[in-house]
């Protein structure tokens, strides 16, 4: 109105109209149904002033009908109003829930990818900001400590597995600084617990399985704690409650993809010492005796003719494959290749193989020939055993799953009545990995 009199417009307004507008058009296109009666009944003013996802499908059905983007009023005025209801077609009750993955926040670049953002960025990466990173995750905890005042927990969309079963990824309201302060363990594992309550009263889920950091040896033994937990709780002990961490599913993508590189024959890995390095490192000492590893630790936990170890990160430049199950600080690996240059080291480096989460891209400048590339990450080939949002907030590509995620939905498909914590079983992650490519799942090729 103000253009019509005036012929100019503010920028603030136009700013707020193309933001609205922007919101506006990716609920229309969300595909999902909308079926209050605030937005159904006709004689609710919200039926002609707002747009659901249902009304702007059938545009998409019917072509020359429900032309309005913002309001069907003028459909409804001049006559191009058609009605569409999406198919219902095989629709699971809303309270159906077989499986639950308990995720956390993985920091504030975790946090840009939910929906409630932008729905354009379910899939993005992790992503840095200017800011320093502890200053990043001193932002997102404070933001955790807002939602906590009026939430739980935060859920994703369903899923669905094995053509029948419904799982979900719900996440604690926990930030990475409530998992570097031991002070903050008992609260961590007590929402976990308190959130496997909840679920199980409203849903009778029994399935659960734990996410990336909810799972570290430091918190609870690798899950063993929360299982114990499960067990003593007068709520939960006689539910039949089963915890796992799908490590064993990690550790054979991890492994599948190191022995797979053709012509291998020594690795340099970082991380090697904790329950996933440790599960890799002894199954290429019993399967690939021909392969050397060359740890970079100060803590000689393995003994074996053909692992040797080092502190020095810049050996790492020595070797063509190096793989990191730690998270490093980016300032060492700057550190490590300055010296490198000062030497004059001659860089034979080309992949660094990373299954750390979430996966921080490290600065690779000075030597551009290498490569960093996250593993310990699935392709799902098949979508007759899987389908739906499983792979949305999770920092990766559409159509992919971490390894522990998918052992825990494979658990849960064949009805695993056991506990799946603490250490690996070797013979097992070989049964996994057979049971996965069965299943559709395969490892991304690195090329």
């Known amino acids: 109105f103000p253009f019509f009199l005036g012929g100019c417009q503010h920028w603030k307004v136009i700013s707020a109209y193309l933001i609205l507008f922007d919101q506006i058009n990716a609920l229309g ?36 009908a429900n032309y309005g983007l913002f309001m069907p ?3 409804h005025l001049l006559g ?10 095989n629709l699971k009750p809303t309270n159906k829930q077989d499986f639950v993955f308990i995720g956390h926040n993985g920091g504030l670049g975790h946090l840009l990818t939910c929906p409630e953002f932008s729905v354009y960025n379910v899939y993005d990466k992790w992503r840095r900001t200017f800011l320093p990173l502890q200053a990043e995750f ?3 905890h404070l933001a955790c400590l807002v939602c906590r005042l009026f939430m739980k927990s935060y859920k994703v969309s369903r899923y669905l597995f094995g053509g029948n079963k419904v799982g979900r990824i719900i996440c604690v309201l926990r930030t990475p600084i409530d998992y570097i302060y031991p002070n903050r363990y008992d609260g961590v594992n007590k929402d976990i617990i308190q959130l496997i309550k909840d679920e199980n009263e409203q849903c009778g889920t029994r399935y659960f399985g734990l996410g990336n950091l909810n799972k570290m040896k430091q918190l609870n033994d690798g899950g063993r704690i929360i299982s114990e937990m499960v067990k003593a709780d007068p709520q939960l002990k006689d539910k039949n409650i089963r915890i796992w961490t799908g490590d064993t599913m990690t550790a054979a993508s991890v492994y599948n993809q190191i022995v797979e590189i053709p012509g291998l024959q020594e690795v340099f890995y970082i991380g090697a010492n904790g329950k996933i390095g440790v599960a890799v490192c002894n199954l290429i000492l019993k399967n690939r005796p021909d392969i050397k590893i ?12 053909n692992i040797t170890y080092t502190t020095d990160l810049t ?28 030497t004059n080291l001659s860089n034979k480096t080309r992949f660094v193989l990373d299954y750390t989460v979430p996966f921080i891209p490290i600065n690779v400048k000075s030597f551009p020939q290498i490569k960093h590339i ?16 499983f792979d949305i907030c999770m920092s990766h590509d559409q159509d992919h799953i971490y390894p522990c995620h998918a052992g825990c939905i494979m658990n849960a498909h064949e009805g695993k009545e056991v506990d799946e914590t603490g250490d690996i079983d070797l013979v097992e992650v070989e049964n996994m990995w057979k049971k996965a490519l069965n299943y559709g799942f395969q490892n991304r090729i690195i090329n």
């Not at 996250?374 to 949002?389: A, E, M, T, W, Y």
């Open 73 to 75: 009023f003028w459909d």
């Open 80 to 89: 191009t109003h058609r009605a569409y209801t999406k198919p219902d077609s």
């Open 294 to 305: 060359t740890i970079f630790s100060s803590w000689q936990s393995m003994k074996h003719e």
């Open 138 to 140: 001193i932002f997102v």
């Open 315 to 342: 050996e790492m430049l020595k070797f063509k494959v190096v793989v990191a199950g730690k998270i490093i600080p980016g300032h060492k690996y700057d550190k490590a290749f300055k010296k490198a240059k000062a």
């Open 374 to 389: 996250p593993i310990g990450l699935l392709q799902v080939n098949s979508k007759s055993f899987l389908r739906g949002h």
């Open 29 to 64: 296109h969300m595909n999902i149904r909308l079926r209050h009666w605030a937005f159904t009944h006709p004689m609710s003013p919200l039926r002609y002033l707002f747009y659901t996802p249902e009304f702007h499908l059938g545009h998409h059905a019917y072509f020359r």
